[in-house]
């Protein structure tokens, strides 16, 4: 199996690739188009800010690519919101996959949030096996309000989206790579997907 981790200077890729390692896959680090799309699995990470991110990705073409893809994808934190419509976070226009806008917590809220966290109303094969209430390593100031694509929710003020999907395309807010078992376990769902 062909897993591409897309490299466009925005990820927290060490982590990623070692939790696949763990999983007895390996994983490419890859910004190049063709080997991208010629993935089994492509995963879309990212840390850091969103208007800086997407810059990134237009400047390598990939915003036109990612959204094209028909293999299953992952983005995770950073990379499941560049996948919404937009980001307050500098007024961001996002890849459009999903149909929800990002938007910041409130100041009533720490922020970001920073830890740990449940996770609920499990709705997808990315959650086989995972029970409800189970926590999740979480680490952002913005977040995707609850919609139809929601599938898994948690609770920081509000409940709000803590993983979408749209037919091919998986996101989740939290890390599953620093979530420890159950995280693995939902990276490994992911793969086998």
Same mark, same amino acid.
């Given at each position: ?49 969103a208007s800086s991110a997407m810059k990134k990705l237009k400047e390598s073409g990939l ?11 992952? %983005?995770?934190?950073? @990379?499941? *919101?560049?996948?919404?419509?937009? =980001?307050?976070?500098?007024?961001? /226009?996002? &890849?459009?996959? !999903?149909?929800?806008?990002v938007i910041k917590f409130t100041s009533k809220v720490k922020v970001p949030q920073m ?51 749209? %037919?091919?395309?998986? @996101?989740? *807010?939290?890390?599953?790579?620093? =979530?420890?078992?159950?995280?693995? /376990?939902? &990276?490994?769902? !992911?793969?086998?997907?």
């Amino acid at each position: 199996m062909k897993i591409v981790i897309i490299n466009y200077g925005a990820g927290n890729i060490q982590s990623i690739m070692f939790a696949i390692e763990r999983l007895g896959f390996k994983a490419v680090l890859s910004n190049n188009q063709e080997e991208i799309k010629s993935a089994d699995k492509v995963i879309f990470p990212g840390v850091g800010e969103a208007s800086s991110a997407m810059k990134k990705l237009k400047e390598s073409g990939l915003d036109s690519l990612i959204p094209t893809l028909k293999q299953p994808v992952l %983005g995770i934190c950073l @990379g499941m *919101q560049l996948m919404c419509k937009s =980001s307050e976070e500098g007024d961001t /226009k996002g &890849l459009g996959i !999903f149909d929800v806008d990002v938007i910041k917590f409130t100041s009533k809220v720490k922020v970001p949030q920073m830890g740990w966290n449940q996770i609920y109303d499990l709705k997808s094969d990315l959650f086989k096996g995972i029970p409800e209430n189970e926590f999740m390593y979480l680490v952002h100031s913005f977040y995707a309000p609850n919609c139809v694509e929601a599938i898994a929710t948690t609770n920081y003020e509000l409940e709000y989206a803590s993983a979408l999907q749209k %037919g091919n395309f998986y @996101g989740t *807010q939290f890390h599953p790579e620093k =979530s420890g078992a159950v995280g693995e /376990k939902i &990276l490994d769902n !992911f793969l086998k997907i």
